[in-house]
């Protein structure tokens, strides 16, 4: 699982003179200029201008040659964490981003964006303890605010499709469904929430190979909770009113499930920010879900075109060439993501499924048995169906009876508890 609301938040509201200007003052607490000062202004010059540009990857080893001139420099690493998190590398994006939240420990945009580096590494407890780091160093600043909703909306989504992808969890992602429509929870279901998430998040860590469907509701409860409340702040003094619109969308397509709604509010975005790759993204997710599959294919295009590491356009590609039987065209998409999140597990096991329709079994089971040694949800035995395939092509029949068997055991004790499928409560 990996956090698919990246942003595209930089520096480029602030004129070089002033960044300069900013970075060359001595900050309390950091390392004094190096005596080559000259030669360091420069490069960070050279590195903000291109990444002011978008050109991240080019941005990045001259971003480097100025660290190595002043390693704890607050603007240097953080310039680096973004561009670093903005290719694909949110591993190499950590250590430079929380360095500079130490440099600077009353700025929040160092938090900010190493909430979405744990996020994509799949470390759900950190990513939400760097968001709320985030809103407390800005006071509630719109940017924090949107962030953490953004992290919260996304979560509850996720958590959704892993409940519903069990039948013990059936029952409480409909329950949850409910609620999020309309998210009035009792207060004491509600209680101590921004504290009780990470908790909550490690819990479930914990168990990955066993559902845990309370720490589940309690979780998905909470973020919807807290994304509503920021949600709310928003709402009275958002200075940017694509950013509204973009977080109104994400409310009505993550918690109220009303794609077209949330459509009209991307495009009214759109209007202010044409070009917003998050906000096509995001267009693109509600078209997908609207039954509107070439607009949201194009819109998702236009995404990669102007950033191509938006997982959430990535994963509507893949998602529409699955849909498709187009195996092949969907492991690019499918490839990218599980590179640049190693933590995602659902990203593997599409990888594997697709790999293993594309008669590559070798690399197939890569991804699926890690992921199913983890405790992927299998219900219907339909993943161990694939292994076993997989293992057949390539001679291990020992090892394909042993998955064959297990895929039957699961796809029997489906039906024991599902005689009906196809009935009117079917999923």
């Not at 470390?123 to 953490?148: I, K, M, P, T, Y």
């Not at 409860?221 to 109104?248: I, K, T, V, W």
């Not at 495009?267 to 070009?275: E, N, P």
Request: negative net charge; aromatic residues 6%; glycine residues 8%.
């Amino acid at each position: 699982m990996a956090l698919n609301h990246i942003r595209t938040r930089s520096f480029a509201g602030l004129g070089i003179g002033a960044v300069v200007a900013w970075a060359a003052v001595t900050i309390p607490g950091q390392a004094p200029q190096p005596a080559n000062g000259d030669a360091f202004q420069t490069l960070l010059h050279q590195g903000f201008e291109l990444h002011q540009q978008a050109r991240f990857s080019e941005a990045i080893p001259v971003l480097e040659r100025a660290r190595r001139l002043s390693p704890s420099d607050y603007f240097v690493n953080l310039l680096l964490g973004i561009d670093l998190l903005r290719t694909g590398k949110a591993a190499d994006a950590v250590p430079r981003l929380k360095l500079a939240a130490r440099v600077k420990p009353a700025e929040e945009f160092p938090e900010d964006y190493l909430g979405e580096a744990e996020a994509t590494l799949g470390d759900q407890a950190l990513a939400a303890e760097a968001f709320q780091a985030a809103v407390s160093r800005g006071h509630n600043s719109e940017q924090s605010l949107e962030a953490w909703a953004g992290f919260a909306l996304e979560r509850f989504r996720e958590i959704g499709e892993q409940l519903r992808a069990s039948d013990e969890g059936l029952a409480m992602a409909r329950r949850l469904q409910g609620k999020g429509a309309s998210p009035q929870a009792d207060a004491g279901e509600v209680a101590n929430c921004a504290t009780s998430i990470p908790a909550l998040e490690r819990r479930l860590a914990l168990k990955q190979a066993h559902l845990d469907t309370e720490a589940e509701y309690k979780l998905s409860l909470c973020y919807a909770f807290e994304a509503g409340e920021a949600a709310g702040m928003l709402q009275s003094n958002a200075e940017d009113p694509a950013a509204l619109h973009r977080l109104r969308g994400d409310v009505l397509l993550r918690l109220k499930g009303d794609a077209t709604a949330a459509e009209a509010e991307y495009r009214q975005g759109l209007t202010a920010h044409a070009h917003d790759p998050e906000l096509l993204e995001r267009l693109a997710e509600a078209q997908l879900s609207a039954g509107d599959p070439e607009d949201a294919r194009q819109s998702a295009k236009a995404a990669l075109a102007i950033d191509p590491h938006r997982r959430a356009a990535l994963h509507t590609l893949a998602e529409l060439s699955m849909n498709d039987r187009d195996y092949t065209q969907a492991l690019p998409y499918l490839r990218q993501l599980a590179a640049e999140a190693p933590g995602d597990r659902a990203d593997q096991v599409q990888l594997g499924r697709a790999l293993a329709q594309t008669n590559e079994p070798a690399e197939a089971l890569k991804w699926l048995q890690p992921a199913l040694a983890a405790g992927y949800p299998d219900e219907k035995g339909a993943l161990h169906a694939l292994e076993a395939g997989a293992l057949r092509k390539l001679g291990r029949d020992a090892e394909a009876d042993a998955a064959a068997a297990e895929a039957r055991r699961l796809s029997d004790a489906f039906q024991a508890r599902n005689p009906h499928p196809d009935g009117p409560d079917a999923n």
